[in-house]
């Protein structure tokens, strides 16, 4: 089992950035390939972002490419989310999630078997 916990979430306007956290306990994490993904109200979980269990590979969605950034630090337990020129669009709860380091499709919530609890942005107009 692999306990996972968001945080940094909160309201900001648009054009403002915004760090979100996720630390992870239980297994060892770096055995863990990491994703983001984000549901806002009346919408499907969408991908966000990718790293590799080395932080060797990130992939991100083509809305957020270029202004979000995902990292790792095995030593703490974390992934991030680094998230910059933020727009209304982005307003959702956000989710950490850990699968198997050999999933192929990265983008699919269901490769992914463990889940943080999420945390809110409200991006602001």
């Known amino acids: 089992q692999v306990q996972l916990v968001e945080s940094g979430g909160g309201l900001v306007q648009a054009g403002g950035s915004l760090r979100l956290s996720c630390a992870a306990s239980?297994?060892?994490?770096?055995?863990?390939?990491m994703g983001w993904f984000r549901q806002a109200p009346g919408k499907e979980r969408e991908f966000v972002a990718y790293?590799?269990?080395?932080?060797?590979?990130?992939y991100y969605a083509d809305s957020v490419k270029g202004r979000f950034t995902i990292s790792r630090d095995n030593a703490k337990n974390t992934v991030y989310l680094q998230m910059n020129g933020l727009k209304p669009e982005d307003t959702a709860v956000y989710y950490c999630a850990a699968a198997r380091p050999d999933i192929f499709a990265y983008g699919l919530a269901k490769e992914y078997d463990y889940w943080g609890q999420g945390t809110q942005i409200t991006v602001s107009s």
């Open positions: 790293i590799s269990w080395s932080g060797g590979s990130t």
């Open positions: 239980g297994r060892t994490f770096s055995d863990y390939a």
